[in-house]
């Protein structure tokens, strides 16, 4: 979820706007700040995205 990946192209990626890194970006900036970043989801739900970071 949160690593960085290559979209292939294809008929579809040309109509999906984004480049599809925007957590990855967000887990490289919380780490560098030495926090931590997690997904919670269950089927059919809703996904909750935390992180922490700390107190300087």
Known sequence: MFQH???IEN???KTT???GIGLYFCAEI???HGGTIWLESEPGKRSTLH???PRY
């Open 11 to 13: 008929d579809l990626s």
């Open 30 to 32: 919380i780490s560098l």
């Open 5 to 7: 990946y290559y979209r």
């Open 17 to 19: 706007s984004g480049f």
């Open 51 to 53: 992180f922490t970071l």
